[in-house]
């Protein structure tokens, strides 16, 4: 069952759905992702030596210089980077990533609404909409965020 629908600020356009990652912390393109594999580098992360490829990603926000951009862009390129990412607070460095690869993003949605137990979740970039679910099946068959696979 869809377990809660939170309402963000959508910064890039597109629609995305599948399993979500969670990282109570923020988190380094440069330096913090394998560019390569997709895999988090960072042994500071909770996310360590986690696979962020065809996950939603949810972070607090990203910190960084302007290289993270190239970054995002290299990982979305090489197949290796999120289907979307959910953040509390995005930078210029992150929306320009994200952008540039098309990556959907939406930003104002805070680590302590999201249940411990959501395990999938469906985003709406262009809304900013976020469904969250313990189970992929009700995901695919909901229409509220207009995604069709």
């Keep these: 069952m869809v377990l809660l629908q939170l309402k963000g600020r959508g910064i890039v356009e597109g629609v995305a759905m599948g399993e979500i990652l969670?990282?109570?912390?923020?988190?380094?393109?440069?330096?913090?992702?394998d560019k390569n594999t997709g895999i988090v580098i960072d042994p500071k992360s909770d996310l360590y030596k986690k696979k962020i490829s065809?996950?939603?990603l949810y972070i607090?926000?990203?910190v960084g210089s302007t290289v993270g951009a190239y970054i995002?862009?290299?990982i979305g390129r090489k197949g290796v980077g999120p289907r979307a990412i959910i953040c509390y607070k995005a930078d210029s460095m992150l929306v320009?990533?994200?952008?540039?690869s098309n990556i959907p993003l939406i930003d104002g949605i805070r680590y302590e609404k999201i249940p411990i137990f959501?395990?999938?979740?469906a985003v709406n970039g262009k809304e900013g909409r976020l469904?969250?679910?313990?189970?992929?099946?009700?995901?695919?068959?909901t229409e509220s965020l207009d995604i069709k696979s």
């Excluded at 969670?22 to 992702?33: A, D, V």
């Excluded at 320009?96 to 540039?100: D, L, Q, R, S, V």
């Excluded at 469904?131 to 068959?141: F, H, I, K, R, Y």
């Design 131 to 141: 469904l969250l679910a313990d189970n992929l099946n009700e995901l695919v068959q």
């Design 22 to 33: 969670i990282s109570k912390n923020t988190l380094s393109f440069l330096g913090g992702i």
């Design 60 to 62: 607090t926000e990203s």
């Design 118 to 121: 959501s395990k999938y979740c």
């Design 72 to 74: 995002i862009y290299t």
């Design 96 to 100: 320009a990533g994200c952008a540039i």
């Design 54 to 56: 065809e996950k939603i």
